[in-house]
């Protein structure tokens, strides 16, 4: 049973950074392409970042890329999200995902998701 569980989550202003992790346990991070996705009230749940863990290679999503990176640390079973110069519109609850088998961007292909962590962006 793989469990992932994010954190680093909040309030910040405008322009401001957090950066996100989500801990993975139950199975090795190394053999997972990971994702990033998000939910903002009254949305779909939308693609924000994955990162394969064939060749390490990050993909993003047009309206964060510049602004966020995915990353990970195998070592410590750990994957982030760190995100800069956030806006008003970023604010959503920030879900990490595993298990892909299909399209990287569908959440649909996902198998395995956390319970979510709050960010919220406001003066």
């Known amino acids: 049973q793989v469990q992932l569980v994010e954190s680093g989550g909040g309030l910040v202003q405008p322009g401001g950074s957090l950066r996100l992790s989500c801990a993975v346990s139950?199975?090795?991070?190394?053999?997972?392409?990971m994702g990033w996705f998000r939910q903002a009230p009254g949305k779909e749940r939308e693609f924000v970042a994955a990162i394969r863990w064939t060749s390490n290679s990050p993909y993003y999503a047009d309206s964060v890329k510049g602004r966020f990176t995915i990353s990970r640390d195998n070592a410590k079973n750990t994957v982030y999200l760190q995100m800069n110069t956030l806006k008003p519109e970023d604010t959503a609850v920030f879900y990490c995902?595993?298990?892909?088998?299909?399209?990287?961007?569908?959440?649909?292909?996902?198998?395995?998701w956390g319970q979510g962590t709050q960010v919220t962006v406001s003066s």
């Open positions: 995902a595993a298990g892909v088998t299909g399209s990287i961007y569908d959440r649909g292909s996902y198998a395995y």
């Open positions: 139950g199975r090795t991070l190394a053999t997972y392409t």
